[in-house]
Structures are given as C-alpha cells and as structure tokens.
C-alpha cells in the first residue's frame, strides 16, 4: 500500500491487537474501519495522553479544511478519499474512503483525535463502551475456544483410556475407546457436524437449519464429562 500523502510504501504497525499502516516518511497512518477510535483509546488507557493536554484540544480550534490541498487517494481502493471532522465537531480533519471506510491520518493526527476524545466526556464514554464490546467479544470467543480445544478434550480422553490401561482389563479399555468416539468427533468436528443439514436416518426428520458449532461442542463435552458428572451424582447420595 502507498501513502496516500507521500506515496511511500507503509509499512505494517502492530498497536496492542490492531495492526494499523504506518508511512516510514512523512508519518502518516491508515486505519481500517473502527480501528481509529481503537487505538486512539488504548492510548488514553495507556495514559500516554496527559489530562491538560486533553482540556486544551477540546477548545482549541484547529485551521479550517485547505480546499486547495491535493486529493488523497486511498491506499486500498485507489479512489479519492473526502476530508471530513472527527465526531463532526472535533476539528480534527482526517481523510476517509467512501467505499471501505479505512481512514487516514496525517501525522499528529492520531494524537490530536486521542486528545479530543479523552477531553470530551461524551464521546469517550461511547469510544469506552466501545472498547468493552470489543473485550466481551474476545472473552465469549474464548470460551468457544475452550469448548472446541481438541487439546483440551484429547487430554481429558487419554486420562480416560489412561484409567482404563490402569485396570488391565483389555474389555473396559476397548469401552473406553469406544466410548470417547462419539464426544471427541462432536468437539473436534463441531463446525462440520453444524453446518450439516439434510438426513441423518430413516426415521428420523432431515435437519433443516445449521446448529452453531458451540452447542454441538457443549453436548461433546457434557458426554464425555458424563461418567464423572454420574460418579459426582452417586456420591453425593
Ligand atoms: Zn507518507
Ligand atoms: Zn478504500
């Protein structure tokens, strides 16, 4: 991709989980869709934005737009780009790509927009509910990652055939290995076995709509838990 100010190749910036494009010359940057008002909030958390600073840049009224600046194109699109106010009344003026909505920021910018934001109370509360969103996604993906590890689960079936190896007894390790078929393949293949549709037997009524794959997992895993949740059951009465 080409700086959009300069035309020098940028170069790939990670920015906590953002991976944002920098230009090595003129200090430009490009941000993807939402990954502005991302980063410009990590640097507030990350206290790298002063609180006087943040006063300041809520009054401080910047140089009205140059209409006679160059166009800037977009580095993904190739298309013009518009200018346009931050928050509509930020004063901060970046540039944005109608079609893919990927914003540039000359340098400083990033700063000034990080400053608008932590000085104004309104719209760093909805930038912070954003950043929430954002981190309650990323703990409900992580559940679905456990419930889908196939680590996880293989380790749970070798305590499994391990117990059973212990007993000696070749009858009890053949029921095992059984046994854990039917939960691994519904934990490993979970995505695969959700998106099926269609018969899955004679008598049966054909699936008609896709199960998230995460359900298919739980009921792998509340399987191959079952013998211990039934020993937990039984020991208790
Ligand atoms: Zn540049
Ligand atoms: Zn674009």
Redesign the pocket.
């Given at each position: 991709m080409r700086?959009p100010?300069?035309?020098?190749a940028l170069s790939p910036y990670s920015y906590g989980e953002q991976t944002i494009d920098v230009?090595p010359?003129?200090?430009?940057i490009w941000f993807d869709p939402t990954e502005l008002s991302i980063v410009a909030q990590e640097m507030i958390q990350k206290e790298r934005i002063a609180d006087p600073e943040a006063k300041d840049a809520f009054k401080v009224r910047c140089k009205p737009i140059d209409r006679n600046e160059p166009e800037k194109m977009c580095p993904r699109c190739e298309i013009p780009t518009e200018v346009f106010n931050y928050s509509y009344d930020s004063n901060v003026f970046l540039n944005r790509c109608t079609r893919c909505r990927g914003v540039w920021a000359d340098a400083g910018e990033l700063e000034r927009t990080a400053k608008y934001i932590k000085g104004n109370p309104a719209v760093n509360m909805y930038a912070e509910s954003l950043a929430k969103d954002l981190a309650n996604r990323y703990k409900k993906s992580l559940i679905c990652r456990l419930l889908t590890s196939r680590i996880l689960s293989g380790l749970v079936a070798l305590l499994y055939l391990g117990g059973a190896l212990f007993t000696g007894d070749s009858e009890t390790l053949w029921r095992t290995a059984t046994f854990l078929v039917f939960p691994l393949v519904c934990i490993w293949f979970s995505d695969a076995m959700g998106n099926y549709t269609g018969f899955i037997g004679f008598r049966s009524p054909p699936i008609s709509q896709k199960t998230p794959g995460v359900f298919i997992a739980l009921g792998g895993w509340l399987f191959l838990l079952s013998p211990l949740i039934v020993a937990a059951l039984s020991s208790f009465k």
């Open positions: 700086c100010s300069c035309s020098a230009c010359e003129c200090h430009g």
